[in-house]
C-alpha cells in the first residue's frame, strides 16, 4: 500500500483557468451601504462582492472602502473592502481583514444558496421527466 501511496498523483488541467479562489453566488436579496449609498449586490463569495453602480459614484481600482452588507435589509457583516475591478455597471471588490466568524458566516450563507439552487434544479429535473413518463 505504501509503494501505491508514494507514486499517487492527480493532475487537473482546467480548459479555462479562473482568477476566482471561491464559488460565488448570485445574490439579489442582498445589498450593501457604502459611504451612505446603497448598492444591489451583484454576487457574493466568502472573499469578495460586486454591486451595480446604478448611477452611483464609482470607485478607483484599489481603493478602500467600508461597508454594510445586508440581507433583506437586516445588518448582516461591516466589512473592510478593498476595489479590484471597476466595470461599466458593477464594482468588484475584496474582503480585507475579515474575522474568522465572518469568513464561515459567508461561507454558511454561500453553502446555502447552492444547496437551494441544486435543489431547484433537482426538482425541475424530476418534473421534467415525469412529464417525459406521462407522454409515453
Not at 15 to 41: E, G, L, M, P
Not at 67 to 77: E, N, Q, R, S, V
Not at 97 to 108: A, N, P, Q
Amino acid at each position: 500500500m505504501d509503494v501505491f501511496l508514494d507514486n499517487f498523483t492527480i493532475k487537473y488541467n482546467p480548459k479555462h483557468q479562473s482568477k476566482r479562489r471561491c464559488f460565488r453566488i448570485r445574490a439579489n436579496k442582498f445589498k450593501i451601504v457604502i459611504d451612505n449609498h446603497t448598492y444591489q449586490v451583484r454576487d457574493l463569495s466568502s472573499t469578495g462582492v460586486s454591486f451595480w453602480k446604478n448611477g452611483f459614484p464609482s470607485f478607483q481600482k484599489g481603493a478602500s472602502l467600508e461597508g454594510m452588507l445586508l440581507i433583506k435589509d437586516k445588518p448582516l457583516l461591516k466589512a473592510k473592502l478593498r476595489v479590484v475591478r471597476e466595470d461599466k455597471d458593477f464594482i468588484a471588490c475584496e474582503f480585507e481583514g475579515l474575522t474568522r466568524r465572518d469568513v464561515l458566516k459567508l461561507d454558511k450563507i454561500v453553502l446555502e444558496v447552492q444547496k437551494r439552487y441544486l435543489a431547484k434544479l433537482k426538482m425541475k429535473r424530476f418534473k421534467e421527466l415525469k412529464q417525459e413518463d406521462e407522454e409515453t
